[in-house]
């Protein structure tokens, strides 16, 4: 059973700066896809930025277009822990955050974000800006 952990939410000023954080319980971090969801009040759940397995820290990495160049998707597999930093964040930014693994992605483009590619999720931390 794999558990995912996110820390690192808050309140912040619109243009300020957040770094989430999600600490997995999987031994074969290496191998999964990782990936961040939000989903504000009223609203469904969206996609925010994955980063595909490729053995190393690095991988493919994809995001939404709302978050390109303000949002950047790391991991650090010796820590098992997948990190969202969000730069110049706005008021539209307000959700709670998910993490999200799923050992395979499947292959078609835009597969990284929908809900049902993704296995395991974790609890969610809470962003607000104003």
């Known amino acids: 059973h794999v558990q995912l952990v996110e820390s690192g939410g808050g309140s912040v000023q619109a243009g300020g700066s957040l770094r989430l954080s999600c600490a997995s319980s999987?031994?074969?971090?290496?191998?999964?896809?990782l990936g961040w969801f939000r989903q504000a009040p009223g609203k469904e759940r969206e996609a925010v930025a994955s980063i595909d397995s490729d053995g190393t820290d690095n991988g493919p990495v994809y995001y939404a277009d709302s978050v390109k160049g303000r949002f950047t998707i790391s991991k650090d597999i010796p820590e098992s822990t997948v990190y969202l930093r969000m730069d110049n964040l706005k008021p539209e930014d307000t959700a709670m955050y998910y993490c999200a693994a799923v050992v395979t992605l499947s292959w078609w483009p835009g597969a990284w974000s929908r809900e049902s590619e993704y296995e395991y999720w974790g609890q969610g931390t809470q962003v607000t800006v104003s």
């Open positions: 999987v031994y074969t971090f290496s191998r999964y896809c």
